[in-house]
């Protein structure tokens, strides 16, 4: 036991020393995964959210280091102070249990995608209960996921959103939830041909602002995100915010 406790402790202090040489580099860990088009390494500039963030640490003389991993990674990762934080995060009561959060980067509306040859009419519902008669479809480690759980509905997870997309061309599920944008990209990128036959529910899973979810561990961590603000503000004076947004054919 004893051996056991000495171990941790040297896991915890190997940690903070590399969270603080990073540091000392000049460089602030932050990651993220593949949510094109707001975030993924194969994009230029790595998608509209990433560069946000990215003029906002220029703004305020920060330079940053990204980091792609699975999102359920991305959050040990700050909840160990391994990284500064991950994005695009938004707030609920149990991540803010965990974590700070930085001012808000941009808005994101879930919805549940289907296949017109599967589903002939909009799928009308009010609560979680609604979709018992469906098969729905996800990806893991996303936050409707104990939603649906707690309203008894056993979800098909897969461990990305373009597997979750593909699944459900293949007629796996009847509903995929996924970020609006999200889904359209990758019936885009994968499904070009095809893009008629799918649909989306009207109303909508959710409207969230995306934010920076900040571990308490990071060293620093409160005066960062501090500075992240100030300098978030400054670009959206500067016009710098508009322009990246104008750039992926969005508005604020």
Not at 133 to 149: L, N
Request: glycine share 6%; aromatic share 14%; charged share 25%.
């Amino acid at each position: 036991m004893k051996k056991l406790i000495l171990v941790i402790i040297m896991l915890l202090f190997s940690v903070t020393i590399f969270s603080t040489l990073c540091i000392a580099k000049g460089k602030i860990i932050l990651v993220t995964g593949e949510w094109p088009p707001y975030t993924s390494e194969k994009m230029k500039g790595y998608g509209f959210v990433t560069e946000i963030v990215s003029a906002i640490f220029k703004e305020a003389g920060l330079e940053v280091a990204y980091e792609f991993y699975p999102w359920l990674r991305c959050e040990n990762h700050i909840k160990h102070g391994v990284a500064f934080a991950a994005f695009p995060y938004f707030i609920n009561d149990e991540r803010k249990a965990i974590y700070d959060f930085s001012d808000d980067l941009a808005r994101a509306t879930g919805r549940f995608f289907y296949l017109k040859s599967n589903i002939k009419t909009d799928v009308v519902w009010e609560k979680y209960e609604d979709f018992k008669e469906y098969k729905i479809g996800g990806t893991a480690g996303y936050w409707y996921q104990k939603a649906f759980e707690d309203a008894g509905i056993k979800l098909d997870l897969a461990a990305t959103d373009e597997l979750g997309i593909k699944k459900l061309r293949a007629g796996r599920f009847d509903l995929l939830a996924t970020d609006e944008l999200v889904g359209w990209s990758l019936i885009k990128e994968f499904f070009p041909a095809e893009s008629n036959n799918f649909d989306i529910v009207k109303k909508p899973l959710n409207n969230d602002d995306l934010r920076l979810m900040v571990s308490r561990t990071y060293p620093e961590a409160a005066s960062i995100t501090k500075q992240v603000n100030e300098a978030l503000q400054r670009i959206k004076i500067k016009g710098i915010y508009s322009e990246i947004l104008k750039k992926y054919n969005m508005s604020e």
